[in-house]
């Protein structure tokens, strides 16, 4: 259903009224400059992990209405025959630049930036936010499930209680960028080679007469994937022992037991005590069973024996914090070739926008190649050069940090010019490898799941002075150029 559905069509109404009224006012071909980004990182981590672009792309590559799109539209009785004729001639033609997969992300940045016609730059926003929004989240809760395993696979398994079917898909897409080894959903495997991974349910068991004929059976079939599944009836009683005679018996190569229920420190202790005086010093064992980061630690600083973990429902919805809270917003005009800045002002300073056509640039140490620092400049300023540069807290603008031997990146890529797609995406192990190693990058403060070290993420000089100088106009009600 999904794969047929027209994409085009999943947006919020009002995206269609305004596009309505743009081409009314004669406003369609006036070129505006929109930003995504988020407002803050959840479970008050040091940083999330973007993901979703790839979905993205596909979905501004398909951008189209069709003929039973544009009866639905005419029977609402709200929109003029030359705009749904406009829209039934529908063709993506913005530039967009995007911050790529994978990579630590932080508050105020501009993830994606699109610009071009306004119909068509405001009218992507209900979906790019749907699609960057989920993913980024499971995408970083899968990396604090993954730090907190401490080098132990994490497996996502939590198809069953993803809400819905795309949730599942591609939330187990994002579960891997964030580092999980494998994920329970098969059709994320055919579709991205995410590695599907999995052993069997209880109910395998209680289909047969005794958890040793089960199991029995399951490493005949399976001699090189032989995880058994321990604790039907009674963990340490039958279910363990059943296991021991079978794996004694059929020797399978690579072999382990699950416990999916009871208290998981002592019975991993008692597990590993009775596989290793069996001489099975090579079975491993895993967990599952409603896990956590905040478990998962737990458990580990008790000397819980486990080898991996499966984690379903607090990994596939977030449970913890299940809205990553992204934004799309206008922040600039084009007229004559010219650009307008454009400001949102708000009560609440943490939405006050941060006007004008952007670059993102990340600081990084010439010897370490660790993160430094983040400096959000306009689309004309230079890349941060000199023997120093400061930045200051996002949180404490009077504390400031004085940067040197650095070098500085733009962090984002152009995908899309003038609407033709000019990025290929990289396969999903390669988007891993890197996640991985931009985390690696980063200070082990930063990693914190308790009060973390926050990272400077600051303006330029001259989009801060913009900015305050729009500020302070808009408190007289007045606009300002750039």
């Known amino acids: 259903m999904i794969e047929k559905m027209n994409l085009t069509m999943l947006t919020d109404f009002y995206e269609i009224t305004m596009a309505n009224g743009y081409y009314g006012a004669g406003m369609k ?76 992300i932080f508050p105020g940045e ?40 401490d080098g132990r696979p994490i497996m996502e398994f939590g198809t069953r209680r993803a809400h819905g079917t795309a949730a599942a898909l591609y939330g187990a897409r994002a579960a891997c960028i964030g580092g999980c080894e494998g994920t329970a959903c098969t059709i994320a495997d055919e579709y991205f ?60 190569p690579r072999k382990g037991i699950r416990i999916d ?29 409603s896990l956590d980061e905040n478990i998962i630690r737990s458990v580990i600083l008790e000397g819980a024996c486990i080898d991996s973990f499966g984690v379903g429902e607090k990994l596939i919805t977030a449970k913890s914090e299940p809205v990553f809270g992204g934004v799309y917003k206008l922040v600039a005009m084009e007229k004559d070739g ?25 600081l990084f140490d010439k010897d370490t190649h660790r993160l430094l620092g983040d400096i959000i400049a306009l689309s004309h300023e230079e890349p941060p050069s000199g023997e120093f540069v400061e930045i200051f807290d996002p949180n404490a603008v009077w504390k400031r940090k004085k940067i040197t031997n650095y070098y500085a990146k733009d962090l984002r890529e152009q995908i899309f010019d003038k609407g033709k ?52 106009e808009a408190k007289e009600g007045v606009g300002v150029e750039e």
């Not at 790019?128 to 980024?136: A, F």
């Not at 229920?261 to 010093?281: F, P």
């Not at 800045?341 to 941060?354: D, F, G, V, Y």
């Open 29 to 104: 071909d006036e070129i505006a400059v929109f930003d995504m980004f988020f407002r803050r990182i959840p479970d008050d981590g040091g940083y999330a992990i973007m993901a979703g672009l790839e979905q993205v792309i596909e979905y501004l590559k398909k951008l189209e209405f069709t003929q039973e799109d544009i009866e639905y539209l005419r029977g609402k009785e709200l929109f003029t025959e030359e705009f749904l004729q406009y829209l039934l001639d529908f063709e993506f033609t913005c530039d967009v630049w995007a911050v790529p997969e994978g990579t630590p």
């Open 421 to 472: 797609c000019v990025y290929q995406s990289p396969p999903i192990d390669e988007i891993k490898a890197y996640c991985a190693e931009q985390q690696d990058r980063m200070w082990d403060e930063m990693k914190r799941f308790d009060h973390p070290q926050v990272y400077y993420v600051d303006l330029s000089h001259e989009l801060w002075e913009l900015k305050r100088r729009m500020i302070e």
């Open 110 to 149: 501009p993830l994606i930036t699109v610009r071009g016609p306004v119909i068509q730059a405001q009218f992507v926003e209900s979906m790019i936010l749907l699609i960057v929004n989920h993913q980024s989240l499971i995408a970083t809760k899968a990396s604090r499930l993954v730090r907190a395993a």
């Open 193 to 252: 080679g995410t590695k599907a991974m999995g052993t069997m349910a209880h109910s395998w068991v209680q289909m047969f007469d005794s958890e040793y004929e089960a199991f029995h059976t399951y490493c005949e079939m399976y001699p090189t994937n032989a995880t058994l599944l321990v604790d039907t009836y009674n963990t340490l009683k039958s279910g363990i022992p059943a296991a021991i005679k079978v794996f004694k018996e059929l020797d399978p």
């Open 338 to 362: 010219k650009v307008i800045p454009k400001i949102k002002i708000s009560e609440n300073t943490e939405k006050i926008t941060n006007p004008g056509f952007k670059k993102l640039y990340r």
């Open 261 to 289: 229920s009871g208290d998981i420190t002592y019975l991993t202790k008692q597990a590993r005590k009775m596989l290793d005086e069996a001489g099975l010093e090579d079975c491993h064992i895993v967990i599952s069973n």
